[in-house]
DNA sequence: CCTGAAAATGTAATCGTTTACATTCCCGAG
DNA sequence: CTCGGGAATGTAAACGATTACATTTTCAGG
């Protein structure tokens, strides 16, 4: 490999102008440049990161840690955060931590000396509490929960469940079944609360019997949206906590011969891609995701060009109704 | 930050040492082992990864670059890297490369000193030129296109697809269409290959009019859905590059009226999760994306291990035929 | 108690950059 | 022609680890 010292050599000049050179230093000849840069070229010169980052204490990186990375959530957050990463230079170091408290710790330790800044998306509360041990001025942007003294994005879950509960209420429906998201997660949790404000607010009593937990796969809102069948009187709606198990639910209530939305609305939540193709096309609430991404990479990287004086904030981005076919009738 | 110093000083003893301990060197005292421990977890110290690697000639990340970055494709592909990865004790470092050769270079230079390994899914033919110029010794394994003297990991496009014919044809289609992916994309040539092979195959001449391109979205898939509806005499399969056309397809043909499989039967290649649900639910050809992603980390991480003396080996990853209602009757 | 080899620890060079500071160069003003 | 001062370049000290090699300690065997 060749390094900064064999380009100077051969280019019979110092190794602080090597570097001037490739760091767009005004302090260099035209000329000099030129001749700097003939040579890198042949000798396929180019800089050792970690040598680089070593003595300049900025390695151009920034740590995207995540609960898992199965689904289009993730995929479509990496996107967006890599577009504004990578416009602005940067790399993307990815990690998906199982969700416990201890690989999240590792994780991030294991990160240390290796990017300027984090992004962590916590899903359980308090999740950040790993982060807390880093040296305060590091920066980390935390996705979904939100912590004293830390910069952070969320989404409006609490309201966007709300709405479609209200939605829902609005198309004549009384008896709503909510299939709920894990115990411990953050989303999850909001999304039941808005779900029950809405009843609250219209004057419906709760029905514990038609609260049915899964873990936002499309294979738990299958099986959920079987015991919601079973209920008496049966619930006329299903909201469901993400579209994935809204996708699953359709499914179980196509082999059980139930139409939709005639005889059961059903709602889901996140939008993906593939919502607007199941059948019938899926109501939902639609966040960004992408832009949610990208909007946390924006963030992280001011804090980590500002480094010192950077007041954190919160943020909360909402998300918009979509109503398709699957709630349309009452 | 607390560094190695700081650590040796408190705990009474060398740097070596320390560098010893937190790499279970079996060269120090089980006492002193203990001591520095306990000292580095009061300061809170961690190795600074940039030096180590500096020095160590090792980063324990390996790059994983792609095209894009958007469906579920690449999601799924990362997430079979990192789970390799991340057990053996390697990072992830994520990039797209907007698929034109320049910026493939790029970042393949910017990786330098960053990463271990690096994983190359070049979808152009071709693309993995700007990786020569790599010290050959370097591990590289490409994903898709193969190249002299490099690992490399594809999928039997042109068999899935060839197969995926022939079942159609065997359900008593003659008229096929084909939706085509990108021009220049290497997976959408083989896939075409294997649409040509069956035909011929099969004595069916081809008509040019049935072959449509799109660019792998689910939107390009519509509209050559349409295109193809005013073919005649009218096609009545379509064999679309992937699901996400085919997924546009069945969309185009809902709108029209036209009821699949009946009056056109629709077969797609990837088997993405959604395939299962739609109306009625896609025939594919699966291949096991993630699983496919873990192959290549286990390989590259081989030859990372290996260095020397590795020899490059081509492999190839078939898939399997997934027949679901929408090519169900003749 | 001595000896010497093995075990434990220490010293210092090294990895490839950046960058503060020192040096040299160049050129216009006097 | 000399001088001064900015511009261009060079020198060498970091950065924080790893690791040959040197040194000290330990301890079994005589």
Redesign the interface.
């Given at each position: 490999?060749t390094t900064i010292k064999d380009v100077a050599r051969a280019a019979g000049v110092s190794v602080a102008t090597v570097s001037r050179v490739h760091n767009e230093s005004p302090l260099v000849t035209e000329a000099t440049r030129r001749r700097v840069r003939k040579v890198a070229v042949r000798l396929?010169y180019?800089?050792?990161?970690?040598?680089?980052?070593?003595s300049s204490k900025k390695?151009n990186?920034i740590g995207v840690l995540l609960p898992d990375?199965?689904?289009?959530f993730?995929?479509e957050l990496?996107?967006g955060v890599?577009q504004c990463a990578?416009q602005r230079g940067f790399?993307?170091?990815?990690?998906?931590s199982h969700n416990e408290r201890a690989e999240i710790a590792a994780a991030v330790?294991?990160?240390?000396?290796?990017v300027d800044g984090l992004i962590v998306m916590s899903p359980a509360p308090g999740a950040h509490r790993p982060v807390k041990?880093l040296?305060a001025t590091f920066p980390v942007l935390l996705l979904g929960a939100a912590g004293a003294g830390f910069d952070s994005i969320a989404i409006a879950n609490e309201a966007g469940a709300r709405e479609m509960v209200q939605h829902l209420i609005a198309k004549g429906h009384r008896r709503i079944a909510m299939i709920l998201g894990p115990r411990e997660n953050q989303d999850a949790a909001e999304r039941f609360e808005g779900y029950q404000g809405a009843l609250a607010e219209a004057g419906i009593e709760e029905d514990a019997a038609l609260h049915v937990t899964g873990d936002f796969t499309?294979t738990s809102g299958y099986h959920a949206a079987r015991a919601i069948l079973n209920t008496s009187p049966r619930a006329t709606a299903i909201f469901a906590g993400n579209d994935a198990m809204a996708?699953g639910a359709?499914?179980a209530l196509r082999e059980a011969g139930v139409r939709v939305p005639e005889d059961m609305a059903v709602a889901g939540f996140d939008d993906i891609?593939?919502s607007?193709?199941?059948?019938p096309p899926l109501s939902t609430v639609r966040v960004d995701i992408a832009a949610l991404g990208e909007r946390a990479a924006v963030r992280l990287l001011e804090a980590v060009a500002n480094h010192r004086r950077h007041r954190a904030r919160r943020e909360v981005v909402p998300g918009q109704l979509i109503i398709r076919a699957s709630t349309d009738s009452p």
């Open positions: 490999m396929g180019s800089p050792h990161a970690a040598a680089r980052s070593l390695t990186v990375l199965y689904g289009e993730y995929s990496i996107r890599d990578q790399h993307l170091l990815v990690a998906s330790q294991s990160m240390r000396g290796r041990d040296p499309d996708v359709l499914g891609p593939m607007r193709y199941t059948h």
